[in-house]
């Protein structure tokens, strides 16, 4: 089994993230430090990650979080900062966030410790959708809808076409749900900053025909069969 593979089943990251993990020296196989993804797991081999013996998970699980403000989307942060994953507790498991959401974005993430399903649905070739509920400062009009719809320069860079709701229209800002299938970095926010109406709050809300729903901000649940089976069939 190729070396990241390895690494995902054992839960401890995408094959992506895996092979920067190799690449930074941070897995070794025997005793020797890895210097290329490339090599092929034997049995009887010994893989250590960060020093620490590893080996495949025997049960995946799947999480659905509704992550709030002032988290970051990753395992680990230098700066001390709170992280999804202190959100969560899986006693003996090792999960890792499908995909980022911004420190600053809430909403929908799936957590899990499957790096088969992980790779799979952030790799760019499937464009996964996802529906965001933004609230933009000033009043969007439906020629702005339009020009989400159609793409939108973000810099060196037009976006695909995408589903784009006015929802409403308050005193000060508009609220737009839209629905998009790539995953440019702050892709949401450059979107509408290009179009003159900055982002002033974000909160993703669906992945494919997963939803939110009344999920409480901070609270998660175990994705059921279907779910999982959905996934797993992108």
Known sequence: MRINKYIARCGEASRR????????????????????????????????????VITPETKNVYYLLNKPI????????????????????????RLFPVGRLDYNTSGLLILTNDGDLSNRLMHPSKEFPKT???????TV?????????NGVDIGGFITSKAEA?????DKNSTIVDLTIHEGKNRQVRRMFDAL??????????GLGNLVIGRLATGS???????????LKSR
């Open 141 to 149: 009009t439906l020629n702005d809808i339009r020009k989400l719809e």
């Open 70 to 93: 002032g988290y970051v989307t990753t395992t680990m942060d230098k700066e001390g900062r709170p992280t999804v994953l202190d959100l969560v507790q899986a006693e003996g498991i």
């Open 17 to 52: 993230a895996a092979d920067e993990l190799i690449q930074k020296g941070k897995v070794s196989v025997n005793g020797k430090v890895l210097k290329e993804p490339g090599y092929d797991v034997q049995e009887g081999d010994e893989v250590r990650l960060f020093g620490r």
């Open 165 to 169: 709701k006015l929802v409403r229209h």
């Open 220 to 230: 998660y649940r175990k994705l059921s069969k279907e779910e999982v089976e959905y």
């Open 196 to 205: 003159g109406y900055p982002v002033q709050e974000l909160e993703r809300i």
């Open 132 to 138: 965001y509920r933004v609230r933009a400062a000033g």
